[in-house]
C-alpha cells in the first residue's frame, strides 16, 4: 500500500489529537506542544506505519498518549 501525503494525515488527525491531550493535560500549550511531537515522531517513522489497520488515528492517539505520560520536562 502506497504511503500517503503527510500534509493530508496531519490534517485529517491534528484536532483529534489535540483534543484528546487537552482533555488530559487542561492545558492549551501542553497539548499543542505534544500534538506537535505526536506528529513530527510520527513522521520520523512513517514508512514502518501498517497502512491497512482498520484505524489508522488510533496509532497517533496511543503515541499522543505515550508522550503524555512519559516525563518530561521539555513538554511539561
Avoid: G
Avoid at 502506497?2 to 487537552?22: C, G, H, M, N, W
Avoid at 515522531?41 to 503515541?63: G, T
Wanted: glycine share 0%; proline share 5%.
Amino acid at each position: 500500500m502506497q504511503t500517503p501525503d503527510f500534509e493530508k494525515i496531519y490534517a485529517e488527525y491534528f484536532s483529534e489529537v489535540y483534543r484528546y491531550i487537552l482533555s488530559l493535560s487542561q492545558n492549551e500549550t501542553v497539548a499543542e506542544e505534544i500534538t506537535q511531537e505526536t506528529f513530527f515522531k510520527a513522521m520520523r517513522h512513517i514508512d514502518k506505519f501498517c497502512w491497512a489497520a482498520p484505524f489508522p488515528h488510533s496509532y497517533y492517539i496511543l503515541l499522543a498518549a505515550a508522550l503524555f505520560s512519559k516525563p518530561s520536562s521539555s513538554i511539561l
